[in-house]
């Protein structure tokens, strides 16, 4: 979290005026105890065997909460009232309680109506004596203070920049309820809540359940719900300010949507869109679990800035703005994006509000669900887009990590709930779906879906682990799914799959043999093969035949009668599999002299992935890369694959190609895509060829016509110029160092002051090939706390532009050290983006030598004090970007210019 300001506090001499405040803040009174059921020691965060020891100990938890929400304020006031059984022996009541000075922030605390003396605070808890708790049910009360912030904090304030409104919103995920109010923050201590919330009367209050009455208090309105179903202390929360609300008035049971007051209009545009296919994806998901909607209702809450796609509460998703009113001209992988998004959270309601893991080593599976569910809802709801080709683009980021020394398993275990933090990313949120695809096609469609329908009867507002769910699977399936779960869920790495093809003395192709190894960075691995089922295709003179297979070990052989004499195999057809799949030398031949070959989308896609893989191993030149791109790209028909396409094309060049081999083939790009982005046959495809072009552009003509596209004397057909898209021009002429630059940004920013402007604004200036300015901007990331986290994630990028590597390299050791830091201080994925910035914006090999040094001298062998040493999830991490920078000096050097 964010350093506290001073004023977050109160004065203790104020605070705590009550007897027993008096004796709670100076006297540690130790009371006699006669039971048995020891604690576990105290530490820092939530351990796990304190966490298992609660289970045990306590039950039927009710927390009743009220907050107190003022305009300005630097703190939230609030009262807590919590009922819990007790088990018989239990010796102590032992709360969660986080944050700057703990014991300063609670007071007034009473058990069954008496006060309670006595009461300690020890290594983020707050500990009850169990000799005031009664047998049964028992009732502690107290007042407490949340610390309220623009950043870092778990209620976190924002301020509309256009007509000064705020919105406060709590963000809990993993275990930040403890930092706004005393509870036991771990998943499996479901608890009913009962909110009641005072805010000004122009502020609409959002919470989990349905809203029971509101009345006056003064220039407050007090709202009050109703109690929610139990649910975990993550999956509370409230959102509160001057909302618009948008309703289906012909929907049975209406979702409603929210957003701030200088986006209502907008929302108004898109409600009908989106609130339809909500209600479409809510009956569908209950058709599919055989389980109807869980909660009481259903609310969906546009935050700015949200540090998150989207956050799925249980009965109101809290979704990031921009991620779903476009502050720019969006295509049709926008919106593929936006749908996904909306399917994501809206699964979720039933994978892990209503059943919900024991602990976050389950993280992946409730945020794999999510994904693969949300993928098979876009099938199933949105037919004119590609579900399983953008779930394959999914797929590929879990590839380039499982591809790194800095891969982990899909389950992690984690001692304590402090590090939760680090097991999100790729290979929770996208080798999980995949892996629970490849289970599907294992088991088959049906049964699969039978056992997820008996998992999610049998455990409905509870939790379970995975072993739950494999076991729901056998049930279904009648398979033993042991040695596949283990293999793929509790080992790292991903297996390379090779097909080496067998012919006869005619030529024909008699049968493949299938070897699989570990694959990239999983050199510890050795000789580990991972059980999978996999459809083969070979297509001989224009005819396609599939074979089905399943890997049982390191080498496999398949016959294939009636191949014939197969200009091309694929190990990978349809995407069931997970791994690399590389193509043959006949038939990565092939495809490069025949690229329109496969008609079918899909498998077009998976082919182009192998062979964009091919040029990150250094294998095939990225200028013959870009070549087959700009060949290809006219042509192809599918949206989302041409979308992917100019991202690798953009990858390409400003990544693979060194200065020389760029500067020589810029022309030729540059052209290529203005031309397209005037003609293209729709608006999508012609704003996905503008985005490439505002990006690369860098010659005196691109620049030109950028600066073209600001006034107006260039226009795109059919595609508006909005906010982001004009500040995506001014970064890239800032970067190229354009004399006109500075000047355009001042103008568009005084235009723009919106906040979405602003933001913009603030990043594209990081763009500025300054080295001087690039570290003041750095400095202010670490020493300003009012900064908000969304403004920093969104000018990392600018800051470490590829072509200012030599300008940013100095940064770099600073960037490595404060990891520990900012771990602590920042939410869920800042560090993936921190580190995929300040390493991935490097290109020298001196940049791979300074990160392997830090990697050394933090090495937990040296004997150096805790402090010192960077932990193994950092370490991981660091190593997972230090792919990419490796992977880019190889490429340069190799196919550099003498």
């Not at 909110?195 to 509101?214: E, Q």
């Amino acid at each position: 979290m964010a350093p506290a300001q001073p004023e977050i506090l109160l004065n203790p001499a104020r605070a705590f005026a009550t007897r027993a405040g008096r004796i709670l803040l100076g006297a540690l009174l130790f009371l006699p105890v006669a039971s048995t059921a020891a604690a576990p020691p105290l530490e820092p965060g939530v351990a796990l065997e304190l966490a298992r020891w609660r289970a045990q100990q306590y039950r039927n938890v009710h927390y009743v909460l009220d907050f107190e929400l003022q305009p300005g304020a630097a703190r939230v006031e609030g009262s807590l009232e919590i009922r819990v059984t007790v088990a018989d022996n239990a010796e102590d009541l032992i709360l969660d309680w986080r944050g700057e000075r703990a014991g300063e922030r609670v007071r007034d605390i009473h058990v069954n109506g008496l006060p309670a003396f006595g009461a300690r605070f020890i290594a983020d808890h707050l500990v009850i004596s169990g000799a005031l708790l009664n047998k049964g049910e028992n009732r502690i009360a107290m007042r407490f203070q949340s610390p309220l912030g623009a950043a870092g904090a778990a209620i976190t304030r924002y301020t509309d920049r256009e007509d000064g409104a705020e919105y406060l919103y709590t963000l809990f995920v993993p275990s930040d309820a403890s930092t706004a109010f005393p509870c036991f923050d771990q998943p499996d201590l479901k608890a009913r809540f009962t909110l009641s919330v005072s805010a000004p009367n122009t502020w609409r209050v959002i919470g989990n359940a349905p809203l029971r009455d509101s009345f006056g208090e003064g220039g407050n309105t007090r709202h009050r719900f109703a109690p929610t179903e139990p649910i975990s202390t993550y999956l509370f929360a409230f959102a509160a300010g001057p909302f618009m609300e948008i309703a289906e008035a012909e929907a049975p049971s209406p979702v409603r949507l929210y957003a701030r007051r200088t986006r209502a209009e907008q929302a108004r545009k898109e409600a009908p869109a989106l609130l339809r296919l909500n209600r479409a994806a809510m009956q569908w998901f209950s058709d599919y679990f055989a389980q109807p909607f869980p909660f009481a209702k259903y609310d969906l809450v546009l935050i700015p800035e949200l540090a998150y796609g989207g956050m799925e509460h249980a009965g109101a998703s809290f979704l990031r703005e921009e991620s779903v009113l476009f502050p720019f001209e969006p295509g049709a992988s926008d919106l593929l994006r936006r749908a996904n998004l909306l399917l994501h959270e809206a699964s979720h309601q039933w994978f892990g509000d209503l059943v919900t893991m024991r602990w976050f080593d389950d993280l992946w599976l409730k945020e794999g669900f999510a994904n693969f569910m949300a993928a098979k809802a876009v099938e199933a709801l949105l037919p004119e887009f590609p579900a399983w080709v953008a779930f394959h683009t999914l797929k590929t980021s879990a590839y380039r990590t499982d591809a790194t020394r800095g891969t982990t398993p899909i389950r992690q275990p984690m001692s304590n709930l402090s590090a939760a933090k680090s097991a999100y990313g790729n290979i929770v949120y996208a080798k999980a779906p995949a892996v629970l695809r490849q289970a599907e096609y294992f088991v088959g469609e049906r049964k699969f879906r039978d056992g997820v329908r008996d998992f999610l009867r049998r455990h409905a507002y509870s939790n379970a682990s995975w072993s739950d769910l494999v076991r729901a699977l056998e049930r279904a399936s009648g398979e033993k799914l042991g040695s596949w779960a283990r293999a793929w869920v509790e080992h790292r790495g991903m297996p390379r799959v090779r097909v080496r093809p067998q012919f006869d003395q005619a030529g024909n192709l008699r049968a493949l043999l299938i070897e699989q190894r570990a694959a990239g960075g999983e050199a510890e691995a050795g000789n580990f093969s991972w059980p999978m089922k996999l459809r083969i295709v070979t297509v001989a003179s224009g005819r396609a035949r599939t074979y089905e297979v399943r890997l049982n070990g390191a080498r496999t052989r398949l016959a294939t009668p009636g191949a014939g004499k197969p200009q091309f195999i694929f190990a990978n057809h349809r995407d069931y599999g997970y791994g690399q799949f590389p193509l043959d030398p006949a038939s990565q031949k092939y495809l490069l002299e025949n690229p329109q070959a496969l008609r079918e989308d899909l498998l077009r896609s998976l082919v182009h992935e192998s062979l964009w893989e091919a040029v990150r191993e250094a294998g095939l030149d990225p200028a013959r890369y870009i070549d087959l791109l700009l060949t290809q790209l006219p042509g192809e028909r599918n949206e989302i694959i041409a979308a992917g396409m100019l991202a690798r094309l953009r990858a390409a060049t400003l990544r693979y190609l060194g200065e020389t081999r760029r500067g020589a083939l810029a022309p030729r790009i540059e052209d290529f895509l203005f031309a397209q982005m005037l003609t293209a046959i729709s608006n999508s495809r012609r704003i996905e060829y503008f985005r490439a072009f505002a990006d690369l552009a860098r010659s005196d003509q691109g620049r030109a016509r950028l600066k073209d596209l600001l006034t107006g004397r260039i226009a795109v057909p059919g595609v508006a110029l909005r906010s982001r898209d004009r500040f995506r021009v001014l970064q890239s002429l800032l970067a190229a160092g354009d004399t006109d630059a500075p000047r355009l940004l001042d103008e568009l920013s005084a235009a723009d002051t919106s906040s979405e402007g602003r933001r913009y604004s603030f990043a594209a200036a990081a763009a500025a090939p300054d080295a001087a300015a690039k570290r003041a901007l750095y400095t202010r990331f670490m020493e300003d706390p009012r900064l908000p986290e969304a403004w920093i994630e969104e000018a990392l990028g600018p800051l470490n532009m590829l072509e200012h590597a030599p300008l940013t390299a100095a940064l770099l050791g600073e960037a490595l050290a404060a990891l520990p830091r900012l771990k602590r201080e920042r939410k869920i994925f800042f560090i993936n983006a921190w580190l995929d910035n300040f390493i991935g914006g490097q290109t020298a090999r001196a940049s791979v030598q300074k990160v392997g040094r830090f990697l050394d001298e933090n090495r937990p062998a040296r004997n150096k004090p805790a402090g010192k040493l960077l932990d193994e999830d950092l370490r991981l991490k660091v190593l997972e970007s230090l792919d990419t920078l490796e992977r880019t000096v190889r490429v340069r050097e190799r196919f550099s210019v003498p």
